[in-house]
């Protein structure tokens, strides 16, 4: 059996559980630079605010119906879905942590009552951490998220378990093909048009009939709604074979000095990345544009790709190339909206090919990362950085709305009067 654990409106979640006068109240939270609505507590859905919804076009709605509005805060998410995963660890041999909020459990083996292990979950967490979750269990990954789903929109204890033929059966015979998992919209639009409307109607289909129209993938799909597992509990996240660190500016960007501050501050994150996987890039590509939806303004987007002599993962080497492209695709008389940092070719450490021409004195420059990065992960990220990335940075995101970091940083620490 596996178990599926999903946050209740995650980002929602992690605000209320420091302002918890906001608890049955309606909540957002914003995307990055304010601009759309990314997370919505019950509350909010019930007045009818969409996912995706422009914060600008509905700044009325929202002070009218008292709203209340949060900047993402990814700090503090990150740091709340680890305290999260920790706890849920607990619980089971063999996690796999799927997304910021999603978690399955392999619990195959364990002699407990489904029932009453998943109220322990969701009350441990709560306790633990004050985020809400729903729990879904099933004989595979698919019939876990299948329950899941039904934890949240039928169960009013939070938890769902698909446990017997019957059960099952009865659930997937009203369960939208378009809400199983793995099935996308192309293939739900294509399998309506062959009278497939809901996941039961999918497992009656010939396997043969599958593989042809939807691959192996769709086969393996359709063998985990009728109960054969076939998807394995991914331990250990895959290394990634590109990072990209991007994003649009708070403001209008027309000189090249604050831009350099952008992009070597996402220079950074990407370097942190590789490290972290114990991996090395090969290229570096760096890429600006301007607004493409304001026609009124001049149009510019360019980005150059830059190979690398010795693969790497050192911040300092990463932005002197990085800086170098900037300078290369910069063009005065433009606003540019957005610049991003994108490495390719990763590699592990240890299969990094050395060159005999090489300068950079790589020991130095690994000790230096190591240096930083234990400096940065004991008071905070960024407390150490290249000086190119500034302090006070004119691209900065948008973010007007923004909480404090609770539990990352001791100067926004909750005080407790007496």
């Known amino acids: 059996m596996f178990a599926l654990i999903d946050c209740n409106s995650f980002y929602v979640s992690c605000e209320r559980v420091f302002r918890p006068n906001l608890n049955n109240k309606p909540v957002i939270v914003l995307s990055n630079n304010d601009g759309c609505v990314i997370a919505r507590s019950n509350e909010a859905k019930e007045l009818g605010i969409k996912m995706g919804e422009p914060a600008f076009k509905i700044t009325d709605f929202l002070e009218k119906n008292n709203v209340t509005t949060f900047s993402s805060n990814y700090v503090l998410y990150g740091d709340m879905s680890h305290r999260v995963m920790n706890t849920l660890s607990q619980f089971a041999p063999e996690i796999e942590i799927y997304s910021i909020d999603e978690g399955f459990l392999n619990l195959t083996g364990m002699l407990v009552d489904l029932e009453d292990y998943a109220q322990r979950m969701r009350q441990t967490i709560c306790k633990n951490t004050g985020i809400p979750v729903s729990v879904g269990i099933g004989p595979t990954k698919v019939l876990a998220k299948t329950a899941n789903y039904y934890a949240k929109k039928v169960s009013e204890k939070g938890a769902f378990i698909l446990d017997t033929p019957d059960k099952i059966d009865e659930a997937l015979k009203i369960f939208e093909i378009g809400e199983v998992w793995g099935i996308g919209r192309q293939y739900a639009t294509m399998l309506s048009h062959h009278q497939v409307k809901t996941a039961w109607d999918f497992i009656q289909l010939p396997d043969e009939w599958v593989k042809k129209k939807m691959t192996i993938v769709g086969l393996r799909v359709k063998k985990e709604l009728e109960g054969v597992s076939c998807l394995p509990m991914?331990?250990?996240?895959?290394?990634?074979?590109?990072?990209?660190?991007?994003?649009?500016?708070?403001?209008?960007?027309?000189?090249?000095?604050?831009?350099?501050?952008?992009?070597?501050?996402?220079?950074?994150?990407?370097?942190?990345?590789?490290?972290?996987?114990?991996?090395?890039?090969?290229?570096?590509?760096?890429?600006?544009?301007?607004?493409?939806?304001?026609?009124?303004?001049?149009?510019?987007?360019?980005?150059?790709?830059?190979?690398?002599?010795?693969?790497?993962?050192?911040?300092?080497?990463?932005?002197?190339?990085?800086?170098?492209?900037?300078?290369?695709?910069?063009?005065?008389?433009?606003?540019?909206?957005?610049?991003?940092?994108?490495?390719?070719?990763?590699?592990?450490?240890?299969?990094?090919?050395?060159?005999?021409?090489?300068?950079?004195?790589?020991?130095?420059?690994?000790?230096?990362?190591?240096?930083m990065d234990t400096i940065n992960a004991r008071f905070g990220r960024e407390t150490l950085r290249l000086a190119v990335q500034g302090y006070n940075p004119r691209w900065k995101l948008r973010q007007e709305k923004l909480s404090q970091c609770y539990t990352t940083r001791w100067n926004e620490i909750i005080t407790v009067k007496i």
Do not use: W
């Open 234 to 371: 991914e331990l250990i996240a895959p290394a990634k074979k590109a990072i990209c660190t991007s994003r649009s500016f708070g403001e209008f960007q027309t000189t090249i000095e604050p831009m350099k501050e952008a992009v070597a501050t996402f220079v950074s994150r990407c370097a942190y990345k590789l490290r972290r996987q114990h991996s090395c890039a090969k290229t570096i590509m760096v890429f600006i544009h301007t607004n493409g939806f304001n026609q009124s303004d001049p149009q510019y987007a360019k980005n150059i790709v830059i190979p690398l002599p010795v693969a790497t993962n050192s911040t300092i080497e990463l932005t002197r190339y990085a800086l170098i492209a900037l300078e290369a695709i910069f063009k005065a008389g433009y606003r540019y909206k957005k610049a991003g940092i994108l490495v390719t070719e990763i590699v592990p450490e240890t299969e990094v090919q050395q060159s005999l021409f090489d300068t950079v004195d790589r020991d130095k420059h690994a000790e230096i990362m190591k240096a």
